[in-house]
């Protein structure tokens, strides 16, 4: 609810240890709103994550301000947090002292080996009382919804979603989360970012699937988490460009060059023997010296004895000519391959 000034879209706020640039606002009908006055209540969109409730929101003067001030808070509770362990590292301590200047005084009239004896079972038993010590571009992007029954299914989603550390493969941008079923408003952002929409143990009524279906918006709804991450995932992935892979066909080793005359112009042939798998003229080639690539490209004539073919298998010989006027020498490696599209996977790894 807006208590002093109005809220507009673009400004940016600070909500507890969480901050927002709103992208959208919705009055308590779910309608879109230009702007917010006092005692409005409003549903503000752009939240990077969920701020509790009965924080005060606060507009600042940019992002960066908002982040600094985000950050100090995290810093100042980190702080909180260190001295209380620390009272209780300290608390801990004095117990351990205690407990082994009560074993020393209770040692007095004990033999040397009774008093080793009664050492290693106290040490031992202290050793378990001891407190542990922790030790805007050309990105691809995939905006998303979140929607679950209720805040501790969205909650638990959000945090598996806080360890996604593949921004520089594919950005995650969570545009929205909320509790509810899929609704119109949901299907709308979703339009306006490209987004898809996430729903745990939620429900899409029939003529909201078909606002989804008409306007091309994927909604895909899951009953168990691991189940919507693993699809997030391949969602992610699929944004992905394929990577390149050769596949290796045939390999050939050059026994002798020699040129042959066509027309007025010499041409000159490589007389090869292929040593494993076959040469096929439609794929692609490539010229090895030395273990050093010096030419990719295609054949232009693979002959034979003296008849054009289109494939020379092992242990037979050839003769063939490349597109590209280089000097090919005995003993020199011809490598037909064929180029494979495989998809590439996020590296992001949700640890389930």
Known sequence: IVHHGTLKKGYVLVAGKCWAKVRLLFDENGKIMD?????LPVEIVGWKDLPSAGDEILEVESEQRAREIVEWRNYAEE???????????????????????????SMGSLTWRQRKAALYKSN?????????????????????????????SVEA??????????????????????????SENDINLAETFSGVIYGFNVNVSKGIQQMATKKNIPVKIHHVIYRLID????????????IMEDSIIGEASVLAVFEVTVGKKKIPVAGCRVQKGQLDKKLKFRLVRNGNIIWNGSVIALKHHKDDVQTVKAGMECGLSIDKDISIESGDEIVCYEEK????TISWDPGF
């Open 231 to 242: 699809e997030l995932k391949e969602e992610l992935s699929s944004k992905l460009p394929p």
């Open 79 to 105: 702080q909180r947090k260190m001295e209380k362990d620390l009272e209780v590292i300290e608390a801990k301590q004095r117990e351990h002292k205690d407990a082994y200047n009560k074993v020393r005084e």
């Open 35 to 39: 702007a917010a006055g006092p005692s």
């Open 124 to 152: 031992k038993k202290l050793g378990v009382m001891r407190p542990k010590e922790k030790t805007e571009s050309d990105r691809l992007t995939l905006p998303i919804i979140i929607k679950g029954d209720v805040d501790g």
């Open 157 to 182: 989603i959000l945090s598996v979603l806080d360890s996604y550390d593949a921004d520089d493969e594919c950005e995650l941008d969570v545009i929205h989360f909320g509790v509810g079923d899929i």
């Open 341 to 344: 599209e495989l998809p590439q």
